[in-house]
């Protein structure tokens, strides 16, 4: 099993800054990838920010120049961070993170409890 925990969501004014950290533990040898989602009320659930298989990023149109993803490793627990600059009101909507993990038979899929990101106008 993979744990992810959250942090980093709160209240901001808009043009303000918020940076999320996302910290992965448990069998982290089998993440293959990690990415950030987000859902705002009434919204379906979509992916804000992930890395390609070369190491890339990716970013949902209207979060990019604004948003950038980042990761880091430790002895047990690996990092994903999202630096969110510039935020709108349209960025709010409650953060999840994401990790791709491999099973014996199958991938894997874990996600965190979400942190809450508000944006005022």
């Known amino acids: 099993q993979v744990q992810l925990v959250e942090s980093g969501g709160g209240l901001v004014q808009a043009g303000g800054s918020l940076r999320l950290s996302c910290a992965a533990s448990?069998?982290?040898?089998?993440?293959?990838?990690m990415a950030w989602y987000r859902q705002a009320p009434g919204k379906q659930r979509e992916l804000v920010a992930s890395?390609?298989?070369?190491?890339?990023?990716?970013?949902v149109d209207s979060v990019k120049g604004r948003f950038t993803i980042s990761r880091d490793n430790a002895k047990n627990t690996k990092y994903l961070y999202l630096q969110m600059n510039s935020l709108k009101p349209e960025d709010t909507a409650v953060y999840y993170c994401?990790?791709?993990?491999?099973?014996?038979?199958?991938?894997?899929?874990?996600w965190g409890q979400g942190t809450q990101v508000t944006v005022s106008s």
């Open positions: 994401n990790a791709e993990g491999s099973g014996s038979y199958s991938l894997r899929y874990y």
């Open positions: 448990g069998r982290i040898f089998s993440i293959n990838a």
């Open positions: 890395f390609t298989n070369s190491g890339g990023t990716n970013y």
